[in-house]
């Protein structure tokens, strides 16, 4: 119970010290004292600066994180299986693909990106569900579907890229985050979107610890369990495609941030899905706060960052809990 | 409950149960018996509406099984399966309160009628003690206590038990048995069990439904169904059937 709290307590402090540390350092560098008076007071140039172009990514940082996150967490317990995870099983590179081809052909229609990146994660989604149906959900079977579906998106996504080296599409990268140039505009739909998904996300924790059962009890019980499963998956893609659409890939958090969560907090929906968000957040802001600060002024994709910091953190986790959480 | 000329089979378009009649007397244990494969668990699972029938119905009071709603029908079923899965960090007690699920709505509180079926079910099974431990800290005959236990705070009059005493030694399979004799003498359940053992279906049952190859060989009070013959029929093996006084009736193997 104690460990609950305090891994509750020690991340949410983590992420308000990063979020302050990552405000201040950069090409530019202020006083924390400096910054909170500028944002109130609106009279420090420096801080007008900041907020143009720092807080944004920060911003998005924080909900891609959070919103990759809890998707893996949706997705492991829809999908029963601990190695579900929106970039694995090519949720995102779905998203990313679908809305490569529309920025491609339509270009007018930039606004409606998110709406693409939903449709493409969605269409991505169902395929490896269907493709896996027969076998009764096997979890293996799935996640080699998964793995084929994700590596077909990305080589299709690739190849569109590498036609168009030179268009505008910046935007979106298919291997690794952007974070860079983010505007007020995308902090929006980050925002917006992201807190519908994560309170949506949060509203489902109960039927996400009732599929920890089996469906069969589940169905003795009364429970409608495909009902429960497809709106579960709905809200998991919506999360996975505004995070890709606006911050890009970044695989590999959906899975570390919820076995972390696992190992602290233990399997119970309600506490894993709060301290999943907070914990994403905090490792996507710190590993882009270090890609932009460490090696100034080359900037390296957070996402590079993220794998190389959390990939030895999980080890660490595992290799002193005797056992991996399963769903 | 009446089940009136089951036909079923799986996608793989195999006949498992071909024209199953009987009948489920209420306040009684009925148990189903079988060798391996005879359908026994695949009529469980068409009893428990889990899957259904190509031909045939099941009653349950009056109405067709399938047209029940999912909930009302848990109200009135409960089903321990034989191989049950739940996160292992999990505490018996917060498991024993998804027996309560078909009584209420997604975001509606916990009733006073919910925590006291749930300490009785737990009470039942001998489990209150341990009803704050992780499920996975339990011995086996423990964790399918906790299973039964459940399905008693689901507050059903039916209560299906797929092969409750596998995998348990003695001690544990006669606890159960006990516990499911208990259940059906005070508290008034119907009760429907897979068995292995013919002895302790003819110990603990009112009624056998004997199967083979998808059809029921035979139906009745063990007394007067249990024969040499039956056996032979059924499993192939050869036995000699003993009525004892002090102990009953009861069967020794002989060899095949």
Sequence with gaps: MYKKIISFIVVTILLFVVTIYSMVTGSIEITVGELLKGLFTGTNDNVEIIKDLRLPRIIIAIFAGAALSVSGVLLQSVMRNPLAEPGIIGVSSGAGFVSIIMITFFPTLFFYTPLF??????????????????????????????????????????????????????????????????????????????????????????????????????????????????????IAVLLASVATAIAGMFTFVGLLIPHIGRTLVGTDHKVLIPFSAIAGALLILTADTLGRTVAAPIEIPASIIMAVIGGPFLIFLLRKSDRIYGN | MEIND????????????????????????????????????????????????????????????????????????????????????????????????????????????????????????????????????????????????????????????????SNLDMYYQYEILELVKQLCEEHGLTIVMVLHDINQAIQYSHTIIAMKQGKVIETGNPKEIVTRELIQEVYGVNVVVKDDEDVGMYIVPLGI
């Design chain 1, 117 to 234: 990146s939903f449709i493409g994660g969605a269409l991505a989604f169902l395929l490896v569900y269907m493709f896996s149906w027969k076998s009764g959900l096997n979890p293996l079977r799935m996640i080699l579907i998964g793995v084929a579906i994700n590596a077909v998106f990305t080589g299709l996504s690739e190849l569109l890229s590498a036609q168009n080296a030179s268009s505008m599409m910046s935007g979106i990268s298919v291997t690794s985050s952007t974070l860079t140039m983010k505007t007020w505009n995308d902090v929006h739909v980050m925002v917006l979107y992201g807190s519908i998904g994560l309170i949506l996300a949060f509203l489902v924790f109960a039927w996400c610890n009732h599929l920890g059962l089996k469906d069969k009890t589940l169905k003795n019980l009364g429970f409608r369990v495909n009902r429960a499963r497809f709106i579960i998956s709905i």
């Design chain 2, 6 to 165: 089951i036909t079923f089979a799986y996608q793989d378009k195999i006949t498992r149960l071909h024209k199953v009649n009987a009948q489920l007397k209420k306040g009684e244990i009925t148990t189903i018996i079988g060798p391996n494969g005879c359908g026994k668990s695949t009529l469980l699972s068409v009893l428990t509406n889990n899957n259904q029938p190509q031909a045939g119905q099941v009653i349950l009071d009056g109405k067709v099984l399938n047209k029940y709603k999912p909930k009302e029908l848990a109200k009135k079923l409960g089903v321990v399966h034989q191989q049950n899965t739940a996160p292992a960090d999990m505490t018996v007690e917060k498991l024993v309160h998804y027996g309560r699920l078909p009584h209420k709505n997604t975001f509606s509180p916990q009733s006073e009628k919910d925590e006291q079926m749930v300490e009785w079910a737990l009470k039942c099974t001998g489990l209150y003690e341990r009803r704050h431990d992780a499920i996975d800290t339990l011995s086996g005959g423990q964790q399918q206590r906790v299973w039964i236990a459940m399905a008693l705070a689901q507050d059903t009059p039916f209560l299906f038990l797929d092969e409750p005493t």
